[in-house]
Each structure stands twice: as structure tokens, then as C-alpha cells.
Nanobody, 127 residues
């Protein structure tokens, strides 16, 4: 069973920066993808930045050119650098891992694809 643990949320003023960390206990066998999602009350969970095995990183248009996703060399840790934060970035942020049964992996923003989730970490951007 893959376990996912996030850390690094907090409260900042607009324009501030935060870095989120995600550590997974193990990578699923075969093809996989990992990434960050966020959710605000009353709305569905949306993809922020996702990477997949052998697939380039995919960013949501709302964070592209602002956030940067990085993965450790052992592929079991993700870091999301979030400079230039805006009030609309306020949300609970979740790290997730998907395991694919076929020969391909996808940098999917469909939260239903992901089987393993962390507990979430809150990011609040407010003046």
C-alpha cells in the first residue's frame, strides 16, 4: 500500500511564496504518475501539476509559469515551489499517486485516476 504524506502549507500574503513537499512510501509497480491537486469547499478537486513516468510535467494554465514541480532522484519525493501566490491559490493541496495497469502512463488531471492520496495541506493567501 502506497502511503503519501504532504507538508509545507501555511498562510502568506499575496505575492508570497510557499513550498509543498510530498513523500511516498514506495512507487507503484509498472507505470505511474504523481502530482498535486487542490480543492476549495464546494468545488471539485483540480489538477495543479502532474508528472508521469517518461512524460513531461503538465501544469494547470492557472499556475503555469508561476509554480515549479520537481522530483527527487529516487522518484519518491515531489516538491512544488509556489512563488507569486495569489488569493485564488487558496485551497487544500493534495499529493496523489496513480498506478496504471497498461504499458503507458499519463500526466492526468482526472482525480478519479489516482488511487493513493495524502491527507492534504492548507494554503491560504490573504492580506
Amino acid at each position: 500500500q502506497v502511503q503519501v504524506v504532504e507538508s509545507g502549507g501555511g498562510s502568506v500574503e499575496p505575492g508570497g511564496s510557499l513550498t509543498l513537499h510530498c513523500v511516498v512510501s514506495e512507487l507503484p509497480a509498472g507505470q505511474w504518475s504523481m502530482g498535486w491537486f487542490r480543492q476549495v469547499p464546494g468545488k471539485s478537486r483540480e489538477g495543479v501539476a502532474v508528472l508521469a513516468r517518461y512524460v513531461r510535467i503538465r501544469y494547470s494554465p492557472s499556475v503555469k509559469d508561476r509554480f515549479t514541480l520537481a522530483q527527487d532522484s529516487d522518484n519518491k519525493a515531489l516538491t512544488l515551489h509556489m512563488p507569486g501566490l495569489k488569493p485564488e491559490d487558496t485551497a487544500s493541496y493534495y499529493c496523489a499517486v496513480a498506478q496504471y495497469t497498461g504499458p503507458y502512463s499519463f500526466a492526468s488531471f482526472d482525480s478519479r485516476v489516482y488511487q493513493y492520496w495524502g491527507q492534504g495541506t492548507q494554503v491560504t493567501v490573504s492580506s
